[in-house]
């Protein structure tokens, strides 16, 4: 999807930069590839940097303010710059940048989970600066986040929703200022000791970390001053990429997860965090056609009312 704004900052007659990302969805911790295509405006132009900043949309809680939602950046890569762009020259610079290993993900098995990132092209000419090229950014999940979410639909939970929550998750190593929380119902089995379970991947380089909570009830995970909120019993597994060792499956990993959260929520009531390292390093899409079927400082931006939206007209291909 490409989007072709004239960059207004700079002027009628200035640059026009188009931001193209290769084909295909990308993964946490791997590479964002594409190229930046410039094109000179009227007048020649010193170029002094081009960048790429990785937005996502975001909600926030207050229990004095209510619900609100923002932009946040949480990375920014420089792909170029201190060039000399003649009037009306053609030229593209290509980028493969990391995605930081936090990354949420935005679709699974090809259907949209409801969160919404994106890649946003900022221009520096002469002092100038314009951030007027969005592109929506697609990221699939990491194969174990995919095992765990199968796992949980062969035990019966169901997709509910997804989203984006500003703030963090205590006793965590999690890096960037939000993070994606699934909530899922629970089968029947489950359903006495729990309304809702809500999901949090974690991911490094060597391992995913699976945060589970069970029975919310007023407050996020955290808010945003690094405290817990008001949660349920919160509880934290880890696991290698390449999944359980020896006979140990998915399912039964998971399934094990479970009940300890909820063993512990019993023994220990709301408001208790357990942290358990393992050492055992398509069916949840049913619920929406199926299961939905370096870190940077936080920027928040009031912009949501243009973030991917009335892009259709810019639409080209």
Known sequence: MVFKRLLGSLGVGGPTVDTVLDPGAARPGGTL???????GGTADHDVEHVA?????????????????EGVVVFDRHV???????????????????????????TELHGQPLGIVLGVRTELAVAGAQDKGDLDPLTVAPLPAQEAVLEAL?????????????????????????????????????????????????????????????????????????GGHGG???????????????????????????????LEHRASYGS???????????????????????GMVAAEVVDEVGDFFEG???DEEG
């Open 33 to 39: 590839s594409g190229r930046v295509r410039l094109v």
């Open 52 to 68: 790429l900043e990785l937005v996502a949309r975001v909600e926030t809680e207050h229990e004095e303010h209510g619900d609100a």
């Open 79 to 105: 792909v170029g710059g201190a060039f000399r762009l003649a009037a009306g020259e053609e030229t593209g610079l290509p980028f493969a940048v990391p995605l930081p290993w936090e990354t949420p993900a």
């Open 153 to 225: 639909g062969q035990l019966g939970f169901g997709f509910r929703s997804a989203d984006l929550e500003y703030g963090r998750i205590g006793g965590t190593g999690q890096q960037l200022p939000f993070y994606q929380e699934v909530e899922l119902t629970p089968p029947r089995r489950y359903a006495h000791q729990v309304n809702e379970i809500e999901l949090t991947f974690l991911a490094v380089p060597g391992a995913l970390e699976v945060v589970l909570e069970a029975d919310k009830r007023g407050g996020p995970f955290a808010d945003g001053t």
């Open 231 to 261: 949660h349920d019993a919160l509880s934290r597994f880890t696991v290698p990429h390449e999944g359980p060792s020896g006979p140990q499956d998915w399912n039964a990993l998971v399934d094990g997860w479970i009940q300890e959260l």
């Open 271 to 293: 408001h208790a965090v357990y942290g358990h390292e393992s050492g055992v390093g398509a069916a949840v899409l049913a619920g929406a056609a199926g299961i939905a079927g």
């Open 311 to 313: 892009d259709s007209e």
